[in-house]
């Protein structure tokens, strides 16, 4: 009989938020495909998501300081956690500016980042299903880095056209900045898997 059982809740609360982040992705990536008319929409949808991500995250860290025994070490789930949570708010961020700053129309390099945001999210919940299964994680995290490799190059490759092109200052002070907080956003998943490979590594 185990007199202090091992609480192993907490891997369904990283599913809870990645499943919370998937969510709020696909519905950016639906606001910038369908245009300006739908981003006021999407950018409600995603504070109610990042909200209920709040919520995940507090239960997290109120069961971690109340379970003596953790499936991980304390740090690495406050560390998960946290990255995870980074990540929603920086796609509520990139919604909100798409919305405050009026874009129309939304720039096709907008909507391949966010096409890329959403793939990102997909790895990460593929990475935190291994987690919890206990099995290899290395190749989603990889995926992540490699798509973030590739979100560098639309971004620098967007920005450098925008230089080029845009004649309006104020535009380009803009769209410049909804560029760099979509590729923070996409970072902040390089964030996760680094730290889910130092995890692995750290557990094997």
Do not use: W
Not at 75 to 83: C, F, K, T
Not at 104 to 119: G, H, Q, S, Y
Not at 120 to 135: D, H
């Amino acid at each position: 009989m185990n007199l202090l059982p091992r609480d192993d809740k907490f891997y369904a609360l990283f599913l809870k938020q990645v499943e919370i982040i998937s969510q709020a992705a696909h519905v950016l990536l639906e606001g910038v495909r369908v245009g300006n008319s739908r981003m006021a929409g999407a950018a409600t949808e995603i504070s109610v998501l990042e909200n209920r991500g709040d919520e995940v995250i507090h239960g997290i860290f109120t069961r971690l300081n109340q379970t003596f025994i953790t499936p991980l070490d304390p740090e690495d789930i406050h560390n998960i956690s946290s990255a995870l949570d980074n990540v929603l708010d920086g796609i509520e961020d990139a919604a909100h500016r798409l919305v405050s700053y009026e874009i129309d129309p939304i720039p096709r390099d907008m909507v391949e980042l966010a096409t890329i945001v959403n793939a990102c999210a997909l790895a990460a919940k593929r990475a935190l299903e291994a987690l919890q299964a206990k099995g290899p994680i290395l190749e989603h995290c990889i995926e992540i880095n490699r798509l973030e490799n590739e979100a560098d190059l639309v971004s620098r490759a967007a920005v450098a056209d925008l230089f080029r092109k845009q004649k309006d200052p104020i535009t380009l002070i803009k769209l410049k900045e909804v560029y760099e907080f979509l590729e923070d956003t996409i970072d902040r998943f390089e964030d996760v898997a680094d730290v889910l490979q130092n995890v692995a590594v750290k557990n094997s």
